[in-house]
């Protein structure tokens, strides 16, 4: 199978639509306080409009679980990424809830306890995959910061059967290192592909999503 890559903090159809032009394989909507943050009612009109092979992932920080089950059925979303804070049960509960096709993925924060979150993470047989991710003081995902790829890859990407997606600081300019150093099994991106906060440069993102796909991947994870 081919390295999964995910387009994320869409705000409009237009750039929902390069995405999938490009050739990615999800695009994911803000629902959490941010600068690229979109309602229900917004993705909704969005996704509509999008062709029905591409994955729509909701992104969440601190919304209650049926919130995010109502916003699941609104906006037709195929997954969700949670973000830390929300109990080991959520999974199960929003798959319970929304269908088992439900894909879910957890976002772990790089650092000392990341491998370990990782894992328990992982050992949940309703996570679909898990989502490293780069965290500043302001800001929990968007950051546009990169974390050490090389300790990454001996430590929270030592597994290397794992769905871990790699985010935080990518662009097209270093996103082929980045899966050559860690091997993820997909790759996320936001701010790395954008003009301005919340719009996103079509040439950016053609040149990312090209330049993953010819990144070489390993066939563990896969």
């Not at 994320?8 to 959490?32: I, M, R």
């Not at 597994?159 to 993820?184: C, D, K, Q, Y």
Request: glycine letters at 8%.
């Amino acid at each position: 199978m081919s390295l999964w890559v995910k387009i994320c903090a869409n705000t409009t159809l237009a750039d929902a639509l390069l995405a999938a032009e490009a050739g990615a394989d999800a695009v994911g909507f803000v629902f959490a306080s941010s600068p690229r943050r979109v309602t229900p009612e917004q993705v909704a009109e969005i996704v509509s409009g999008l062709p029905a092979n591409l994955e729509k992932i909701g992104v969440f920080v601190d919304t209650p679980i049926d919130a995010v089950a109502s916003a699941v059925r609104i906006c037709r979303l195929t997954g969700v990424q949670l973000h830390a804070g929300y109990p080991l049960d959520a999974p199960a509960r929003l798959k319970q809830v929304c269908g088992l096709d439900l894909r879910v993925l957890r976002v772990v924060h790089y650092g000392p306890e990341a491998a370990q979150q990782a894992g328990a993470y992982i050992a949940d047989p309703n996570v679909d995959a898990v989502l490293v991710d780069s965290r500043t003081a302001t800001a929990v995902g968007g950051t546009g910061v990169a974390f050490d790829w090389a300790v990454a890859a001996q430590t929270v990407f030592a597994n290397e059967s794992a769905r871990l997606i790699a985010a935080g600081g990518l662009h097209p300019a270093n996103v082929a290192e980045a899966i050559a150093t860690m091997h993820p099994w997909g790759v996320d991106v936001a701010s790395g592909v954008e003009s301005a906060p919340g719009r996103k440069d079509p040439e950016k993102i053609r040149t990312f999503v090209a330049a993953a796909r010819a990144a070489p991947i390993r066939v563990a994870g896969h």
